[in-house]
């Protein structure tokens, strides 16, 4: 490519002779950037295909040069631009090159390098760079293992990882311009959080859908992309339809117990397939699964795991529909609320718990060696019944780990219940969603 070639294509991408557009900050992903930065490591982005990476990164881009960076000291190249052709460590070079003559930055510049996964041999390159300490670097991929591949030791412990995910609940009212300043504000908009939550289970959390009114369309778009680019395309599926069944199911089961073996016999592909392509989706961030609880790691492993969808919006559009599950969703943002929360303090794990007798507690979770709390998801507990037999379970499992509190998530009840020296809490979802705890 000549050089004019590469300086317009990079113009289109960067802040030198014109603003981007940076949407709503993300204050919280944009602040742990900003801290990784500082530390000098290679800071590696990763997330789903549209939580928000490229805009992130470009946000960020934007608060250095607020305060104080020059914008030819930074250089933002994306991947996925269809004008570059054969993406490999020469073009690179070749990109970085034509940037120093271009504007022989003063400082050591801050390169982001967005979609890096579609560069061959991109690890080289990058710690070369960064050994000769002549750039910052910031890269991001769509995939979970983006370092794990064999050339990827290369950059064993120069680097530092962030993961974005679509909106919290607490982001999502930010989208949706709702500000709470304290907890009399919350008591006050109660209504108008509401009525948010409900939306925000049914049509999920990417920004871009929050955003806009074609939600439908959008969601069904992002999962075509998801199953077609980074799963089909980049693990050269050679059954696609075997693939794409699968994600459907588990679209379809989300907060159900699934066996790789009962999958096996109702979708004819082999459970090693399935346990293949269920480790794909993992990494692509699509689905999780949750392990049963459990002293034994082999027990841990063997049992039915829990599936759980990136975005319940995807769930609604293409796996059922809301109204006939909307406790089903609800359980799905609850694990995606805790699984943030594990980000933030590693030592926490959660599980599913389940006894013999099929009595069942929705989370555990486990902080270090100890089980600190208990949370069962119970939509309807006007439902004597229903709720009944959540509280039983409940107790079983506080007496099986020893604790005096359990938490029960409602859609909307709060209630304080003692049943002989232990104490059950009801607390509605969205203002559990919103506690600090
Ligand atoms: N912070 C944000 N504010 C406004 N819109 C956003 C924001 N983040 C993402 N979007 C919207 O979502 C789309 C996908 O985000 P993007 O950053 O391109 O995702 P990724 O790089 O992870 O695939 C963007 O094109 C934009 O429309
Ligand atoms: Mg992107």
Not at 409 to 432: A, G, H, M, N, R
Request: with cysteine; charged share 30%.
């Amino acid at each position: 490519m000549n050089k004019n070639e590469v300086i317009k294509i990079l113009a289109d991408w960067n802040f030198w002779d014109k603003d981007l557009e940076t949407g709503i900050d993300r204050d919280s992903y944009i602040n742990r950037l900003i801290n990784l930065l500082a530390t000098e490591f290679i800071v590696v982005i990763t997330g789903a295909r549209r939580s928000g990476k490229s805009f992130l990164m470009r946000q960020v881009a934007k608060r250095l040069i607020n305060s104080g960076v020059h914008k030819n000291e930074i250089l933002i190249i994306n991947f996925e631009d269809p004008r570059f052709t054969k993406l490999d460590t020469k073009l690179l070079q070749e990109i970085y090159e034509v940037y120093l003559e271009f504007f022989n930055p003063k400082r050591k510049p801050y390169i982001f390098l967005d979609e890096i996964q579609e560069v061959e041999a991109w690890e080289k390159w990058v710690r070369t760079t960064r050994e000769l300490q002549k750039a910052h670097i910031i890269i991001s991929g769509s995939n979970a293992k983006l370092l794990s591949r064999e050339l990827s030791s290369l950059l064993t412990g120069m680097h530092l990882d962030l993961t974005v995910y679509p909106l919290s609940f607490e982001e999502y009212l930010f989208f949706n311009n709702l500000r709470l300043k304290d907890n009399l504000d919350l008591i006050n908009k109660q209504t108008e959080i509401k009525g948010l939550l409900r939306k925000y289970i049914e049509f999920g959390s990417f920004p871009e859908v929050v955003l806009r009114e074609e939600k439908k369309d959008i969601l069904l778009r992002y999962y075509e992309d998801i199953l077609n680019k980074d799963l089909i395309k980049r693990f050269r599926i050679r059954k696609p339809d075997a693939l794409k069944n699968l994600a459907k199911y588990y679209l379809t089961n989300i907060s159900n117990l699934v066996t790789f073996n009962s999958i096996e016999r109702y979708l004819d592909i082999s459970a090693d397939t399935i346990e293949k392509f269920s480790t794909y989706f993992e990494d692509a961030y699509i689905f999780s699964f949750l392990k049963r609880f459990s002293f034994k790691i082999k027990e841990q492993d063997k049992s039915p795991k829990k599936v759980y969808c990136l975005d319940t919006g995807l769930a609604n559009t293409i796996g059922f529909r809301f109204s006939e599950n909307s406790g089903k969703s609800m359980e799905n943002i609850v694990f995606l609320k805790l699984r943030g929360e594990m980000l933030k303090s590693p030592q926490l794990k959660i599980f599913y718990w389940k006894d013999q007798h099929h009595r069942e507690v929705d989370f555990v979770l486990k902080e270090g060696l100890k089980v600190e709390q208990l949370i069962q998801v119970c939509w309807n507990a006007s439902d004597e019944k229903a709720k009944n037999r959540e509280i039983r379970a409940l107790i079983k499992a506080m007496n099986e780990f020893g604790l005096n509190e359990g938490l029960v998530i409602t859609e909307d009840y709060t209630f304080e219940e003692k049943v002989d020296d232990k104490t059950i809490k009801f607390l509605p979802l969205w203002q559990w969603l919103l506690s600090n705890e």
